[in-house]
């Protein structure tokens, strides 16, 4: 009950921040215009009519890739199947955020793994989805804005869209965390070494010993964080990253011995995930990211910290968030 109050207490702090930035700005009429425009930002970046234009960093020039595809997978701090709220109760925040960016031309891929605690440009909503104000707050709350799944979507891809200096993005799938165990056992289990202390999570993973994981297990090794280790994300993402290599080729056996065993896969996690996704494009990218190459990784270096009300945070390098942004969707000019 005292976290519910927390989270409460939490949503109303930033939308009176939000709030009192658009009052201040209210008798300013360019202000006021600016703020119009940005209510009417269309799902994956900015609205912009010409193409993004060369960027010249550390006396190197960059010009755009052509030819990407641009996908947001998150992972729902959620129970059970997709539905909207019926009241903001401080669920549905973003735990796990991957942008993997496609090269059509070649199919190799790219993935950034973003901390979803990250602290970047968040559009507040009112519960129908009104456009409030912009505050920069965790990125995993902008999923928690208004009660309809879409809106939260496609807040979230918004703000993963500013943070990456207004890429777009293509096309996202926000998973119910509970879809865990679904794809878990659909592959048969999937075989990880613990190296972390889950006693207060779940007893039964105990730490050195290898095991297969199966249902509520998978979850508990994938979700948790406050009760496990040293509490923080930044262990969590190290333990998710760990289960996805694991589960890559528990996944690619099930697709040599059924080559409609992605299709199998979209239809079980249709109830806990929205997404514009079609299920012929998610079966194509599940086999690209499951071969047997090495995925590019990219990673953002920052600060972590806390806020006022000690919840934890994570503060982008400035330098190495354009680097990144580098490196997925420009190249430097020949």
Same mark, same amino acid.
């Given at each position: 009950?005292?976290?519910?109050?927390?989270?409460?207490?939490?949503? +109303?702090?930033?939308? $009176?921040?939000?709030?009192?930035?658009?009052?201040?700005?209210?008798?300013?009429?360019?202000?006021?215009?600016?703020?119009?425009?940005?209510? @009417?930002? =269309?799902? $994956?970046?900015?609205?912009?009519?010409?193409?993004?234009?060369?960027?010249?960093?550390?006396?190197?020039?960059?010009?755009? +890739?052509? /030819?990407?595809?641009?996908?947001?997978?998150?992972?729902?701090?959620?129970? $059970?199947?997709?539905?909207?709220?019926?009241?903001?109760?401080?669920?549905?925040? #973003?735990?796990?955020?991957?942008?993997?960016?496609?090269?059509?031309?070649?199919?190799? #891929?790219?993935?950034?793994?973003?901390?979803?605690?990250?602290?970047?440009?968040? !559009?507040?909503?009112?519960?129908?989805?009104?456009?409030?104000?912009?505050?920069?707050?965790?990125? =995993?709350?902008?999923?928690?804005? *208004?009660?309809?799944?879409?809106?939260?979507?496609?807040?979230?891809?918004?703000?993963?869209?500013?943070?990456?200096?207004?890429? !777009?993005?293509?096309?996202?799938?926000?998973? /119910?965390?509970?879809?865990?165990?679904?794809?878990?056992?659909?592959?048969?289990?999937?075989?990880?070494?613990?190296?972390?202390?889950?006693?207060?999570?779940?007893? =039964?993973?105990?730490?050195?010993?290898?095991?297969?994981?199966?249902?509520?297990?998978?979850?508990?090794? &994938? @979700? *948790?964080?406050?009760? &496990?280790?040293?509490?923080?994300?930044?262990?969590?993402?190290?333990?998710?990253?760990?289960?996805?290599?694991?589960?890559?080729?528990?996944? +690619?056996? !099930? #697709?040599?011995?059924?080559?409609?065993?992605?299709?199998?896969?979209?239809?079980?996690?249709?109830?806990?995930?929205?997404? /514009?996704?079609?299920?012929? %494009?998610? =079966?194509?990218?599940?086999?690209?990211?499951?071969?047997? %190459?090495?995925?590019?990784?990219?990673?953002?270096?920052?600060?972590?910290?806390?806020?006022?009300?000690?919840?934890?945070?994570?503060?982008?390098?400035?330098?190495?968030?354009?680097?990144?942004?580098?490196?997925?969707?420009?190249?430097?000019?020949?």
């Amino acid at each position: 009950m005292a976290r519910y109050r927390k989270n409460q207490d939490k949503k +109303r702090l930033y939308r $009176g921040l939000g709030i009192a930035a658009a009052v201040l700005a209210a008798g300013i009429l360019f202000v006021v215009v600016l703020l119009g425009a940005a209510d @009417r930002v =269309s799902v $994956g970046g900015s609205d912009k009519s010409e193409k993004q234009q060369k960027i010249t960093y550390k006396g190197e020039t960059y010009v755009p +890739r052509g /030819n990407l595809e641009t996908y947001l997978i998150a992972g729902i701090d959620a129970s $059970g199947k997709v539905q909207n709220a019926k009241e903001y109760d401080g669920t549905g925040q #973003c735990d796990v955020l991957v942008v993997i960016v496609r090269d059509r031309s070649t199919d190799m #891929c790219q993935l950034l793994t973003i901390d979803r605690n990250t602290i970047t440009a968040v !559009k507040s909503l009112d519960d129908d989805g009104t456009y409030e104000a912009t505050t920069d707050i965790q990125l =995993s709350l902008a999923h928690s804005m *208004g009660l309809d799944q879409k809106v939260r979507a496609e807040n979230t891809v918004d703000a993963v869209s500013n943070l990456l200096g207004g890429q !777009k993005i293509d096309m996202y799938a926000m998973v /119910n965390m509970s879809a865990i165990q679904v794809v878990n056992d659909m592959v048969g289990g999937v075989t990880v070494t613990i190296e972390d202390d889950f006693s207060e999570r779940d007893p =039964s993973l105990k730490k050195g010993e290898t095991v297969t994981l199966m249902g509520e297990h998978a979850e508990n090794y &994938v @979700r *948790g964080r406050m009760d &496990v280790a040293d509490g923080t994300n930044q262990n969590r993402m190290s333990r998710q990253n760990t289960y996805e290599e694991a589960f890559k080729p528990a996944f +690619r056996s !099930k #697709c040599q011995e059924d080559s409609k065993f992605p299709l199998e896969v979209y239809h079980a996690l249709e109830d806990y995930m929205t997404t /514009n996704i079609s299920a012929k %494009k998610f =079966s194509r990218l599940a086999i690209l990211m499951s071969d047997e %190459k090495e995925d590019t990784r990219v990673s953002i270096d920052g600060t972590y910290g806390l806020d006022e009300l000690d919840w934890q945070t994570f503060t982008p390098d400035k330098d190495s968030l354009q680097e990144a942004i580098l490196q997925l969707f420009y190249e430097k000019e020949k």
